[in-house]
């Protein structure tokens, strides 16, 4: 029996207009996150979703409050974004000047060797665990995943097997819209990175 997972990045945050490293800082959704929000509503207004699932952070929470006014939020905590350790909060560009020797490996394989971050194969294992127990327990239903960026690239890179230095191949607009179908195990990429709604 096939399950539809509807895929969604949280709206904008300061953060992301400011370019900060944000992983698991609180931040909310900036004026012009709500608005993609409220845009979000109205694409989503006419397809069914059986249960929405959601990270606790409040940029990811919110969109979904403001996407899925009638339904209950079913929060899992492993559905947050990756921890940046100690680069949480920083702007990019002072990034680059305190660690100039981690650029290129961030930049081209999206691994970051500062402390407390989240391994990039950790990640990805989180990623792919957490969406299929999901697929698992609804299974044959429709179900929206409000998360984050980092998260659903992880995922996509795990389950298609493309190497780090693809990374950027699956890059994730705020509010966009991502559609996979899991069925005797497998998952199969429908559409990606749908923002037609922010037009």
């Not at 980092?150 to 191949?169: C, Q």
């Not at 991502?178 to 559409?191: Q, R, V």
Request: hydrophobic share 35%; net charge negative; proline share 3%.
């Amino acid at each position: 029996m096939k399950t539809t997972l509807y895929l969604i990045r949280h709206g904008e945050t300061n953060f992301n207009r400011e370019k900060r490293f944000q992983g698991q800082i609180d931040a909310e959704l900036s004026p012009e996150g709500l608005k993609q929000a409220e845009k979000l509503r109205g694409k989503m207004k006419n397809i069914h979703v059986d249960a929405i699932y959601c990270s606790p952070l409040q940029r990811a929470r919110k969109t979904a409050e403001i996407a899925f006014p009638e339904k209950e939020l079913i929060i899992f905590d492993e559905l947050k974004e990756r921890s940046y350790g100690n680069a949480e909060g920083m702007l990019r560009k002072d990034f680059d000047k305190e660690f100039p020797h981690l650029i290129e490996d961030y930049e081209k394989r999206w691994h970051l060797d500062v402390e407390g971050v989240e391994l990039f194969d950790d990640l990805k294992q989180r990623a792919v665990q957490v969406i299929e127990d999901i697929a698992k327990k609804e299974k044959g239903k429709s179900i929206a995943i409000v998360a984050h960026g980092g998260l659903l690239r992880a995922f996509l890179m795990k389950i298609t097997g493309k190497p780090d230095e693809k990374h950027r191949d699956y890059r994730f607009g705020n509010t966009s819209l991502t559609i996979m179908e899991y069925e005797n195990g497998e998952f199969n990429l429908k559409s990606f990175n749908d923002i037609s709604h922010l037009d």
